[in-house]
C-alpha cells in the first residue's frame, strides 16, 4: 500500500521529484526519463508509464533552468520513435503466434485479418494521432507490426507522431508550466493532462457501446 500511495504522489508531484532528482544525479536522470519514453510506446506491458505529465513537467523544468531543453529535444523525440519501431517489431515477430488459434474469441487469425486490412486503409493516421492519447499509442505500433504494416509507411508517421507528441506535451510545459496558478495548483494540471490526453479514448469507447445498444 505505502508503494502505491507513493507513486500516486510521484506521479502528481513530479515536477517536483525531478527537480531533486536532477539536483542528485544530474545528466542521468535525461537517460531515465528517455528510458521511460522508450518503454512506454516500445513495451506492451508498460502503458501506466506517466508519459504525458512527465514531458510536461520536463518542459517547465526547461523553462526554470533545472533542464537543458537542447538535451530534451534531441534525446526524448529519438527515445520515442525508437520505441515505437521496437514495438513494431515485437508485433511483427510475435503477432501471429499470438493470433495462431482459429477457435480463439478474440485472438483468432479472422481478427488479425480485420487489423491488417485496417492498417491498409488508416494506418497512417492511427500510427500518427494514437501517439497522443494514453495506453492506444502502446499497443497501436503493435498491432501495426501484427498487421504487417510495411515499415516505409510506418516510420515516417511514427516520426511525425513520436516528434509531434514530445514536442507538444514539453513546449506545454515550457511555456505554461511556470505560470504561477500552474506551479501551485501542479497536481491539479497534472490530473487535467491526463484526463484530456484519455479523453478521446473514453469518448470512442462510450460511442461504441451506444452503437451496440442501438443495434
Given at each position: 500500500?505505502?508503494?502505491?500511495?507513493?507513486?500516486?504522489?510521484?506521479?502528481?508531484?513530479?515536477?517536483?521529484?525531478?527537480?531533486?532528482?536532477?539536483?542528485?544525479?544530474?545528466?542521468?536522470?535525461?537517460?531515465?526519463?528517455?528510458?521511460?519514453?522508450?518503454?512506454?510506446?516500445?513495451?506492451?506491458?508498460?502503458?501506466?508509464?506517466?508519459?504525458?505529465?512527465?514531458?510536461?513537467?520536463v518542459g517547465?523544468?526547461?523553462?526554470?533552468?533545472?533542464?537543458?531543453?537542447?538535451?530534451?529535444?534531441?534525446?526524448?523525440?529519438?527515445?520515442?520513435?525508437?520505441?515505437?519501431?521496437?514495438?513494431?517489431?515485437?508485433?511483427?515477430?510475435?503477432?501471429?503466434?499470438?493470433?495462431?488459434?482459429?477457435?480463439?474469441?478474440?485472438?483468432?487469425?479472422?481478427?488479425?485479418?480485420?487489423?491488417?486490412?485496417?492498417?491498409?486503409?488508416h494506418?497512417?493516421?492511427?500510427?500518427?494521432?494514437?501517439?497522443?492519447?494514453?495506453?492506444?499509442?502502446t499497443?497501436?505500433?503493435?498491432?501495426?507490426?501484427?498487421?504487417?504494416?510495411?515499415?516505409?509507411?510506418?516510420?515516417?508517421?511514427?516520426?511525425?507522431?513520436?516528434?509531434?507528441?514530445?514536442?507538444?506535451?514539453?513546449?506545454?510545459?515550457?511555456?505554461?508550466?511556470?505560470?504561477?496558478?500552474?506551479?501551485?495548483?501542479?497536481?491539479?494540471?497534472?490530473?487535467?493532462?491526463?484526463?484530456?490526453?484519455?479523453?478521446?479514448?473514453?469518448?470512442?469507447?462510450?460511442?461504441?457501446?451506444?452503437?451496440?445498444?442501438?443495434?
Open positions: 500500500m505505502e508503494i502505491i500511495l507513493y507513486v500516486v504522489h510521484f506521479f502528481l508531484h513530479i515536477e517536483e521529484h525531478l527537480t531533486l532528482l536532477v539536483q542528485n544525479y544530474g545528466t542521468i536522470v535525461y537517460g531515465v526519463i528517455a528510458l521511460i519514453v522508450f518503454s512506454e510506446v516500445g513495451l506492451v506491458v508498460a502503458p501506466f508509464l506517466p508519459g504525458d505529465s512527465m514531458l510536461f513537467a517547465a523544468l526547461c523553462a526554470n533552468g533545472t533542464m537543458d531543453l537542447k538535451i530534451v529535444l534531441l534525446l526524448l523525440p529519438a527515445a520515442a520513435v525508437a520505441g515505437d519501431n521496437f514495438n513494431r517489431l515485437m508485433g511483427l515477430w510475435f503477432g501471429h503466434k499470438v493470433f495462431s488459434n482459429p477457435n480463439a474469441r478474440v485472438f483468432n487469425p479472422n481478427n488479425l485479418k480485420k487489423a491488417h486490412d485496417f492498417y491498409e486503409r494506418g497512417a493516421r492511427a500510427v500518427t494521432l494514437c501517439r497522443f492519447i494514453p495506453f492506444f499509442r499497443y497501436v505500433p503493435f498491432v501495426a507490426g501484427m498487421a504487417e504494416m510495411p515499415w516505409h509507411r510506418f516510420f515516417p508517421y511514427s516520426i511525425l507522431g513520436g516528434a509531434g507528441w514530445v514536442l507538444a506535451c514539453t513546449f506545454g510545459g515550457y511555456f505554461m508550466g511556470n505560470i504561477n496558478f500552474i506551479k501551485h495548483h501542479f497536481e491539479l494540471v497534472v490530473i487535467s493532462v491526463i484526463c484530456i490526453s484519455a479523453a478521446p479514448a473514453i469518448v470512442g469507447y462510450v460511442r461504441s457501446q451506444r452503437k451496440k445498444r442501438s443495434v
